[in-house]
């Protein structure tokens, strides 16, 4: 296989065809990375069709890529036709070659799941008062029991007027989409909103729309010509064989949602709402995302449904908004009365429904302990985090913008130590300009204040973060090709725009500028020069500059670079992934490439050597430095900074409160010497939550 983003192969019939590409994703196709595609796609005149040995898709359609059925490894080519053929090939080529933006920490779970959700994560019943379900999302709730099924939408079969029928449908099609719209404006997890925006696309699905107007032509009414459409295409993902396509098959729900969607606006009947009263855990056959996403959270304690598993688009509902879930849990659930009292426990996977007093008391005492210890935690969040013998650590938050910002202040963090600036360069047609980014900059500046630190990463693309307007080359091994700065490298005056932007946020905190993924000192010096040249020409002074560790070159190097740099921030998820060479998002690896390893703690080790021999500080933001278990050990190692998750400040600061610098020294010793991850975990057990 050649380049895909290059030239395309040959012509066929007039078309021209692309060259092959094997797909990455774990999950093949499923609806997120076909609505990326397809949104691409559709920015070319001409006609694309996806090709796999004798099956094709059209490119521009979500439904048609859907049920092509892909697997990871399969070969695809991009076949097109018409004038920009040629440019077509080579960006859907290159955005599949990078997997059409597929969140990467998600592959792990999806191709367990996908294998056999009932053997991989069903927990067998302990007792005869239990259903056992998969987990869907973790948590224990104690509540009583609402029964939910969806009503049945009656509509007409014909109609004499074409045209009015046609009408009809157009605007229910825009009022499905307004909906969607305004459940988003209620999701703020990415994953969630991606979701609905998949639904979007579903809407404007050419496949289904053509099959649909084309009913509606013949004289029969609109709603009944629209749910032939989209029961055809559910049913058809709903029947792919074989185990690998569990995850289509769970798909065919997301299109019956759209479809149920249009199809009461059609027949002139509300929305399906769902009633609970305080303390309710739901129990249904199925639950739409459109159900979930409109849930009332104040008053929801957890679901099950007797469909779907872990991978399914609830279960990433329910697992962003923090409900504990269950799906596949046993049929017998749905003959369980109104108003039965039950325990949920979603990590465990089982819906104990005839709980005894003790059971209850248990749950309760549990949930009451999880409960007194977060309430500590928020009540002393504001203070500093300073071990028992007086050693300061600095705790801040990863965010993406200033609403995320304000969140981290209000929960006691003490700056922002890593500012994701793609979250601007995401989702759209274009780069954002100098203008927008700065706005966005100074956002998060003045959220933060004058005395806070603000570190602001440059765009980290590449690999498994690609942009659809910045269309890479497609790379064999692309998580060591065109990544993280040698993207900006690589694009110069994207790269100067962005640190413009940046600068225009000096003064207004503490700010830190930082390059991703940097790898030789070439690198960085050449980005440094850059930065230094667009400063000179801004007349602005007051920043520091530092750089990210997430590959072995630079932890080995670090003594070098810290003679460079003014601080190193480590990124564990990158770093132990280059240094065990096990990919993170690997379905059989991802367990083992753990940043625990005594590996990884040897570079971050190193690191810490290599900084402090230069007077320069090491901060961790990386999922290490959320990890209660690891942070004795980066405190140890010489760590004094730790960027965490929003929600996970106040624990993080309580828990260096507990904490001895002294101690946390002779423990990361001893840990940096044994052998295996297994036996760092099992001597850092006693600081697990």
């Not at 069709?49 to 059209?58: Q, S, T």
Request: charged share 20%.
């Amino acid at each position: 296989m050649t380049n895909a983003a290059t030239a395309p192969e040959g012509v066929a019939g007039g078309a021209l065809i692309g060259d092959a590409v094997r797909l990455p994703n774990a999950t093949g196709l499923h609806a997120r990375p076909a609505a990326m595609l397809v949104a691409l796609a559709k920015k070319y005149q001409s006609t694309l069709r996806l090709v796999r040995g004798e099956d094709e898709a059209n490119a521009k359609s979500v439904v048609s890529i859907m049920a092509l059925g892909t697997r990871q490894g399969d070969i695809l080519r991009v076949k097109a036709m018409g004038a920009d053929a040629a440019e077509a090939i080579g960006a859907v080529s290159a955005l599949l070659v990078a997997g059409c933006g597929e969140l990467h920490e998600e592959a792990p779970v999806a191709v367990a799941m996908a294998a056999s959700p009932a053997e991989t994560v069903r927990v067998a019943a302990p007792s005869v008062n239990a259903l056992s379900g998969v987990c869907a999302s973790p948590g224990l709730a104690v509540g009583r029991i609402v029964q939910y099924r969806q009503d049945v939408i009656v509509v007409a079969e014909t109609d004499e007027s074409p045209e009015r029928e046609h009408g009809k449908l157009v605007a229910a099609l825009k009022a499905a989409q307004d909906q969607i719209e305004a459940l988003k404006n209620g999701v703020a997890d990415p994953a969630g909103a991606a979701i609905l925006d998949a639904h979007q696309h579903l809407l404007q699905d050419p496949d289904l729309l053509e099959i649909a107007v084309a009913g509606v032509m013949q004289s029969q009414a609109a709603g009944h010509a629209w749910r032939l459409a989209f029961m055809q295409y559910a049913q058809q993902l709903e029947c792919l064989e074989g185990a690998h396509n569990a995850l289509l098959r769970e798909r065919g729900s997301d299109i019956r949602d759209v479809g149920r969607r249009v199809l009461a606006l059609l027949a002139g009947v509300k929305p399906s709402h769902i009633d609970l009263p305080h303390g309710a855990i739901l129990i249904a056959e199925e639950l739409t995302p459109s159900d979930t996403a409109s849930l009332d959270r104040s008053k929801l304690l957890g679901f099950c449904t007797t469909t779907g598993g872990a991978t399914s688009h609830v279960a990433i509902l329910a697992r962003s908004f923090g409900i504990p879930a269950l799906c596949g849990v046993d049929e017998a659930a749905l003959a369980l009365a109104q108003g039965t009292l039950v325990v949920l426990d979603g990590a465990q996977g089982l819906l104990h429904h005839a709980p005894s007093e003790s059971d209850i008391a248990q749950a309760h005492e549990r949930m009451a302990q999880q409960a007194a210890r977060r309430e500590q935690e928020a009540a002393l969040a504001l203070d500093a985090a300073v071990t028992t013998d007086g050693h300061r650590i600095e705790v801040v938050a990863n965010v993406r913008n200033a609403t995320e910002a304000r969140e981290a202040v209000a929960l006691g963090g003490e700056g922002v130590g890593l500012l994701r600036s793609e979250f601007l360069f995401d989702e759209r047609d274009t780069a954002p300009s100098e203008d927008e980014q700065a706005a966005a900059y100074v956002a998060v500046a003045d959220a933060l204040g004058a005395q806070r630190t603000l570190v602001i990463r440059t765009l980290d693309v590449g690999g498994d973060k690609p942009l659809p307007y910045l269309p890479l080359p497609k790379e064999d091994n692309p998580f060591l090709g065109l990544r993280g700065v040698r993207v900006s490298l690589d694009q110069p005056e994207m790269f100067r725009t962005q640190l413009r932007a940046i600068l225009r946020a000096s003064g207004k905190a503490r700010l830190h500028i930082m390059f991703p993924m940097i790898a030789t000192l070439e690198e960085l010096r050449e980005a440094k020069a850059l930065l230094a040249a667009e400063a000179a020409a801004s007349g602005h002074s007051d920043f520091k500059v530092g750089i990210m560790i997430e590959v072995p070159s630079a932890a080995l190097l670090a003594e070098q670079f810290a003679r460079e740099t003014d601080f190193f921030s480590i990124g564990t998820n990158d770093l132990t992934q280059y240094t065990l060479a096990m990919d993170r998002g690997h379905h059989k690896l991802a367990k083992k490439a753990d940043g625990l390893h005594p590996s990884v703690l040897k570079m971050i080790a190193l690191t810490c050597e290599g900084a402090a021999r230069h007077g320069k500080w090491v901060g961790v933001c990386g999922s290490l430095a959320s990890d209660a278990m690891a942070v004795p050990v980066l405190i140890g190692l010489g760590v004094s900074e730790l960027s965490v998750s929003v929600p996970a400040t106040p624990a993080i600061k309580a828990l260096v409160r507990r904490l001895s610098l002294n101690d946390c020294k002779v423990l990361a010793q001893e840990v940096i010497q044994l052998g295996t991850t297994a036996e760092v975990r099992a001597r850092l057990a006693a600081f697990a939550p």
